[in-house]
């Protein structure tokens, strides 16, 4: 194994074996297991820089067999290049600062070493993704990764939704990753290996590859929340926030993408399959940045924000650039998990999760806002921040396709990838303009929480995860550094396209500044200054009402969640309890009915032979005749 | 005799041994003489472990193979003339298919053992318990071990009055019933393997498993008669959808160790036999009902998963769960391929360490909760958190978590589906796929119904300790259940061989 290939093989390692002694301590030991936890991490983030300095660009693998199963090998092999490291740097970096966050976040909990060491072994699952050379030990880092996103969600036991949250998530990036499974079966199985570099090798009948990409969709729509499987999302902000900010940036969510790029070869041989994707892709974007408009949970604002994020991403991959949707995954990585610990700061403040409970806090709290304000603006694109030159990657690669038939989907895709995209950036803006004033400017409405009328339609009012104490303020040291560490990528990431050695990591285009940047731009200051406008007439109100008719359709993600529950949950439930009736009455009945009528027709039996003396003296005698007559019968014609 | 002969002997004698000196063993020294069965057992799975040592053909050292062996190659063989005048032969051996399963089966003897020397169930007698057990693992090793058909149907048939004592002594409620179902339904199904032994024994004049394997001798007729009765009889035991309504009411009704005993091990008798007798000795029947034997084996996965959706019983939940599990291993075997056996065997062994472990606890939370209906437990985890840490790890490796010792089972088996092809088979391997997904929904039911949310009254009297002898009986299982997720090798290091050598048979 050369020097690259051994931290390839650490990165996930070393998490994963601090997290099984963090979860042997005692619940109580903070001390101990902040150490591992925060050790982890760290270790993590310098072997990904580490990595970052010594892998060759066009990329290392090593491999040994882990078990053969009757002639298909499965091996433990790490497969490294530039980009696997610069995600698993954005990795161990949100990692790192979600872990010393929660010591602060978590001050009060009585089970802070299990959580601890959960968020280790999450890194870790991530970490193999990211590393992964062969199809099952991705398959394994993706499924770990959803049981420590369950286990994380359902932390919390003074929430009650977080139980039924955390098995949504779960089970509903389960049935897509029964797809992803299959997906993966095809691919093995036609390959004769499931490492990545045979899989990619091997030459595929075209409807097999066709057959095999979209099982793999399936799969990495549950993941990275892409309609109609992004259900799970928003529910998921029952879990502390921290997890929030761990689940959208770095892991869970970003898998999917980042398995989509890790195959992408595949894809591009795959026109139907990137065409599927573009849709999903597009009605994705839409549907969150809708979503985004009419929550007045400020997490949930986030957490749909991140299904349209999500979409721009799934829509670069779909239009045939890998590159553009990794660079914005990378972005999105600072200014997500920035977004969601500043939340958590202003929560912890307020005790409440509630925009409506909020407003006016820019004065109590400036770095909190200053911070918020920088990770909003990466979201919707202000120039020069991150989010403004990533998501510009990707507008550009759709505008290629669209216009230049550039890339191997269809031209269609590229038009409606960028026309919702176009869409998207208008949207964002509203939204994340709307998410800043209703939060840190005009009056305080701290006394008026919680029960206000608006709050009725949204999101049940949840209990407040923190009391606070005395008025709100900035929060301390640990959870103020880490929203500070993020706010510098967020701002300043995007200017690496400018770094040549940043931009072949990735295989980026350089930068595109033409003509067609205006029309973003245009559409941001539209979507902002229509919020500015709406909550400039009346700061107190919800530019929200502006949406009219439209705000419960958006506020409940167009009951989504509703037809999800009846097309798939009760149905479900209902087929278990008919299968246990019938388990009971026919299959298990007919067993029952035996035994019962065997016992029966021995009791008649016996009945039959319990009789009287002249009766049973007739019988036998009747009998002796009968024998005699038969005796005489057969001994005759003897 | 080579010590790898005495060894073997040694496995079926030391518990035989033990079981006969705790009978004759004073009443009032019950505790003493619980812990000298643990003893017995603690020697034999000593023993047990030992057997692959000085085989040739096993993981230590690998000899390459004669082409047109015979499909049966044992480690260590003993071959002793037992009844000359039947032409009944006591003929043992090991090899990599019966290596695990024996280990296990004296492993989790061991941890009965050791945990009714700690806690006796009502109504005492714990020294009875623990020779039974010793009995029921003399019934089960052998069966794994015998290579001869007469000595097999004699060993499957040892295990069932024991176990039926078991259960009709210190099982629940409503004992009697489900102690007699059990004996009477599997009874039936011992008839239709009696029936199958001696059409094979008649037909080929030899009774011999190493001579029989491949089927060379039967004709075909003989050889559907001989599947079709063998494959019925072992998935009784096994038990196969539709006819595994014994099993719920047999493993809800006994006491822990004893559906320890029947989840962990007693079920691994019927795909054991299913795989060495009935596809070794009948493979053109084998090929003939393959179709039918998969299509039950996808229906149980689903229906099993199903009625454990609607279950309000924790154990009975975790009974029906085991229909599930053993369909993918029953499909494993359907596809008559390597990949497919292989991953019935190791979905076997995953499926008694993680089950067996999962009854364990579900054992430990009655006890202490004295009710087992989910509608009554909740909240587990304010209460009893390593008790609840340790049930989500149980359910979690039993979902099918890849990197848990539950995943190779599942996927392979649909793996090897896919592998076969055509639309029958790939319809099979994405129903069974989808009966993953189930699996996951009814186990994180049950976690959110017995762990999460506020205790009900039931779990919230409880003290969060474990007892000392708790952890040691489940420490071993939950390692195990990670160490073979991580290093599948543990278990299919041994069997690669035999597998493709009983597959170069039944060609």
Redesign the interface.
Known sequence: MTGAQTLGALLPAVPFGLALVG?LLP?RSRAVAAGLGIGGAAVALVCAVALAVTVDHGGTESAAE???????SVTLSVRLDPATALVAIAVAVVALAVQVYSVGYLHDDD?YA?YAAQISLFTAAMLLVVVAGDL?ML??G???MG?CS??LI?HD?RL?E???A??KA??VT??G??GF??GI??L??SAGSFRISDVLAHDFSPGTLTAACLLLLAGVAGKSAQFPLHTWLPDAMAGPTPISALIHAATMVAAGIYAVTRLFPLFERAPAALAVLGVMAAVTLLLGALAATAQDDIKRVLAWSTVSQLGYMAGALAVGSPPAALFHLLSHAAFKALLFLAAGAVIHAVGSNLMSAMGGLRRPMPVTFWCTAIGLGALAGVPPLAGFWSKDGILVVAEQAARHHAGPAPAWVGWLVWIAGLVGVGLTAWYAARLLLRTFLGPSRAQTHPMDASAGIDAPATAPAHTPVGPPHDPPGLLRWPVLLLTVPSAALGFAVFVPPFRSALALDEAHLDAFLIIPVALLLLGAGLAWWRWRADPAADPATGLGPLRPAFARAFWLDEVQHALVVRP??A??????RI?ETV??GA??GT?RSTAGLGGGLDLLHRAGVPRAVAAVLAGALLLGIAAVALGGSA | MSLGRVGLVAVLALPALGAAVLAVLPHRIDRAARITGTAFAAAAFVLSVLLALGGDDNWFGYRPRTAGGPGVRPWHELDLTWVPGLDLRFHLGVDGVSYPLVVLTALLTLLCCAYTAWRVPAPGRGRTLVALLLVVEVGIVGTFLALDLVLFFLFFEVVLLPMYAIIAIWGGEDRQHAAR?FA??TLFGSVLLLVGVFTVVTAAGTADLVDLTGGGELSRGTQLAAFSLLAIAFAVKSPL??L???LPDAHTQAPTVGSVILAGVLLKMGTYGLIRVAVGVAPEGARWAAPVLGTLAVAAII?GS??????SELKRLIAYSSVGHMGFVLLGVATL???????ALIGNIAHGVITGLLFFLAGAIKDRAHTGALAELGGL??ST?RLA?LL?FAA?ASLG???LAG??GE??A???A??VGGPFWTTL??LA??G???T???L??LL?RVT??PATPAVLTLTPGLAGAELAAWGPLVLLALAIGLA??LV?GYA?VP?EALLEAIR
Do not use: M, N
Not at chain 2, 306 to 311: E, G, R, T, W
Not at chain 2, 337 to 343: C, D, E, L
């Open positions: 979860l619940q882990w078990i053969d199963f009757g002639g298909l089970r299990p099952i398959l394994v993706w499924e770990v049981i369950y286990l359902g036991r009650p977080a139980p039924a955390a098995v779960f089970l389960r049935v990753d029964v499974l299959l079966v095809v093995g199985v479900v439930r087929l278990g309890r008919l299968a246990r388990d299959v298990d067993v029952e035994g | 179902k009477l339904y959808w539709p595994h309504s014994w229906v199903l009625v454990c959706l609607a279950q391929t390597a990949t497919g056996i292989q991953a985890r304010e958190p840490g989500g979690i978590l890849p990197g995943f190779w996927a392979f649909v793996v090897a896919w592998r391997a994405v796929a989808l993953g997904a189930l996951a929904a009814y994180l039911r959110r999460h949310g599948p090798t299919l690669e597998v």
